[in-house]
């Protein structure tokens, strides 16, 4: 399938809009912040295959090299070695247990070096079992040590900014009421239970952003794209209050599944709609109180003075009016330099602790699961 353009958000100046070139490129489902916080890939490629010589012990092929040590603060700094130890292990287990792990035996090497391995070695197994598995700490607290672990569904610095006024047209469209009305129960889902912001509610980030993009305009000198800069943006006001009397209305709720039922799939635009809807409301079903903000935490080590310092989820997550045209491209520039001036983003986190309490049986399946409906949502509306 073909996928709309991944835009990525840059220290770049809001700039008049670029000529269209002679060969379009491909439509993908949704923009990106130019600054994404990446891991370190693996490489692919193994090393180069040499021959030994002949007379080399064949010996030297069977020999295991453990680890390279790293010695930590927190294993150095306490000479209570044997209660440590104890400590570690029961903590180790219970993990092992939790991700349904194998640790490795390494009793019997001397302390530090059998933690240091120990470590090691679960990291290894969580990398390749755990998809959403981002890090593993060793805590010493109250002097007991055991491990937390942390699980992230990676955003990618993405912009997940639903349209409205696709969905609009395609509510006037006779040939499409079916479609539009799972689309809509759709986006009442969205916007009741997973708390989506709109973007003409006051108190959202958007709502503030198209005012200051509006205002810049205005203040600017008259130009070529200024009249059709207004009309998008009094297009985008009219359009956002209407749209959202329908998106708010409960029936859309109260009648999803009746529209599902009843539904009748005539093309491949209205297949890939009653798929979409299905997903949707097999998560309300199973998640019917879980909100998208429901695990935000901040991607990095925050003191509570560094909360200004990071992008909520809010600001990349909501409702917009469209994602074509003068209006959104200058949006989406005022966004992308906005964003730039902010050190760590909030993304959906579970932190597990592994200290002989209960371990929290929270997953990131929503999030998967959300994230994904609204990037396919993103791409139905865009390209219908």
């Known amino acids: 399938m073909t996928y709309a353009t991944t835009y990525r958000i840059g220290y770049n100046q809001i700039t008049p809009r670029a000529q269209t070139k002679a060969i379009a490129p491909p439509v993908k489902r949704l923009r990106q912040l130019d600054a994404e916080n990446q891991r370190c890939k693996r490489s692919q490629k193994r090393q180069a295959t040499e021959r030994t010589d002949s007379n080399v012990a064949n010996g030297f092929l069977k020999t295991l090299f453990l680890p390279k040590l790293k010695e930590t603060e927190t294993v150095q700094a306490c000479n209570e070695t044997g209660e440590i130890e104890k400590d570690f292990y029961q903590s180790l287990y219970r993990l092992a247990e939790h991700y349904g792990l194998n640790p490795m035996q390494t009793k019997s090497f001397e302390f530090p070096y059998n933690m240091a391995l120990s470590l090691w070695d679960t990291e290894e197994q969580l990398k390749n079992r755990v998809k959403e598995w981002e890090a593993i700490e060793l805590i010493q607290d109250r002097k007991r040590t055991y491990f937390t672990s942390e699980e992230r569904y990676s955003t990618g610095a993405t912009l997940y900014y639903i349209p409205v006024l696709p969905l609009y047209r395609l509510l006037r469209n006779p040939n499409r009421k079916q479609a539009s009305l799972l689309l809509l129960s759709v986006c009442s889902y969205l916007y009741h239970i997973a708390d989506i912001p709109y973007y003409r509610q006051e108190s959202s980030y958007l709502y503030w952003m198209y005012d200051m993009v509006a205002d810049w305009v205005l203040s600017d000198d008259e130009n070529e794209d200024t009249a059709q800069f207004m009309n998008e943006y009094k297009q985008s006001e009219w359009v956002g209050e209407f749209m959202e009397k329908k998106i708010f209305n409960h029936h859309n709720l109260s009648l999803f599944s009746q529209r599902l039922q009843h539904f009748e799939s005539r093309d491949k635009f209205d297949q890939d709609c009653y798929c979409l809807a299905k997903e949707a409301f097999e998560l309300s079903s199973k998640f019917p109180n879980q909100s998208v903000f429901g695990n935000a935490k901040p ?33 989406f520039d005022s966004v992308n330099n906005e964003l730039q001036e902010y050190g760590q983003m909030e993304e959906p986190i579970i932190i597990k602790r592994f200290d002989g309490s209960n371990v929290t049986d929270k997953t990131l399946e929503f999030e998967k699961r959300l994230f994904a409906l609204i990037e396919e949502l993103t791409y139905l509306l865009n390209n219908y």
């Open 299 to 331: 991607n990095g080590e925050a003191e509570e003075d560094d909360m200004e310092n990071i992008i909520g989820m809010e600001k990349y997550v909501s409702f917009c009016a469209n994602t074509k045209g003068y209006l959104f491209d200058t949006l």
